[in-house]
């Protein structure tokens, strides 16, 4: 018997800002609107469908315009997250994917039939909407297009202030149209991963069709911090150089980037604080792992994410 499709939710209302969702409204009214074409490895679109009519308000926006959200994204919600599941929960430590907002208007859009390719995924519901804009979770894990999908299905209808976490790597999903022309339907979609299935095993088909042939950016501000955070040293340092990072000061509590390359052996070039002085040498961070045992999944997935980023030379 196939299993039925679970999600955890929590209500978050009150810990948001007290004018979140009049935030949240104005930011999406500069959203990308455009049909976006299905999405290669993940979909789960009928054949004849060859696009979506939606909307996206890209990360750099969020990030930008939604600071609270972002920092919530890889504070808060990252918590809840960890309580959603059994194991170590991690945010993206690339900032084009990790938290972006949905949304339709009208009655044409819907978002896209598809699976999931990380294993944890959060939505924060910015809108209210007791009939249409349902997110519906098809039981059958080979369903195919939304007909497909709602012959055996869970609904989920979304509720402003609610935030819910569910894994659907195998659940074939999609967000029904709105059946106002005068409805607007946001959600903030928000990627995790986890120690057993990091972010290293995002498809790469997946960044090409959405960013083309760009490499990533510089390592988000959250990356310096766990870095610093989990490398407990004497003292914080004063300034952090980094033609990788451009994080200010103050993310770095222990730790000055100098340069940082990938390197297979999973060793980074850095200067560490030792006493009164600094040392500058490429350094192991073996015996790092044994006192914490996170080390060496986030130096594992920052390796990853060096490997694929812009570093200026």
Request: charged share 20%.
């Amino acid at each position: 018997m196939q299993q039925r499709f679970r999600w955890t939710t929590f209500d978050v209302s009150g810990s948001l800002p007290p004018a979140w969702q009049q935030e949240v409204v104005a930011v999406a009214a500069d959203a990308d609107f455009r049909e976006f074409p299905r999405t290669p490895v993940l979909s789960r679109e009928a054949p004849a469908v060859e696009s979506i009519h939606r909307g996206r308000v890209h990360a750099d926006q969020v990030r930008d315009r939604l600071p609270w959200l972002y920092k919530a994204y890889r504070g808060e919600f990252l918590q809840l997250a960890g309580e959603a599941v059994k194991e170590q929960v991690l945010p993206a430590y690339d900032d084009r994917y990790g938290v972006v907002l949905n949304v339709q208007q009208g009655t044409t859009m819907r978002f896209e039939c598809h699976v999931d390719s990380n294993p944890l995924t959060g939505l924060l519901f910015c809108t209210d909407h007791p009939v249409g804009g349902e997110l519906v979770f098809a039981h059958d894990g080979g369903a195919a297009g939304t007909a497909g999908v709602d012959q055996d299905c869970s609904v989920i209808r979304p509720h402003a202030g609610h935030l819910i976490f569910f894994d659907a790597r195998g659940r074939p999903h999609y967000a029904r149209p709105l059946t106002a022309e005068s409805g607007l339907r946001i959600v903030a979609v928000m990627n995790f991963y986890t120690e057993s299935f990091p972010e290293s095993t995002r498809p790469p088909e997946l960044n090409r069709h959405l960013y083309g042939g760009q490499l990533a950016p510089a390592a988000s501000r959250y990356a310096v911090e766990q870095v610093a955070e989990m490398v407990v040293l004497p003292r914080p340092v004063s300034r952090l150089q980094s033609t990788a990072f451009r994080a200010p000061a103050r993310s770095c509590k222990a730790l000055e980037i100098s340069h940082i390359r990938a390197a297979g052996s999973g060793l980074l070039r850095c200067r560490r604080w030792n006493g009164m002085r600094s040392t500058s040498s490429n350094t192991s961070f073996r015996s790092a792992s044994h006192a914490n045992p996170r080390f060496a999944t986030v130096l594992s997935e920052l390796t990853h994410h060096f490997r694929h980023m812009t570093v200026p030379a």
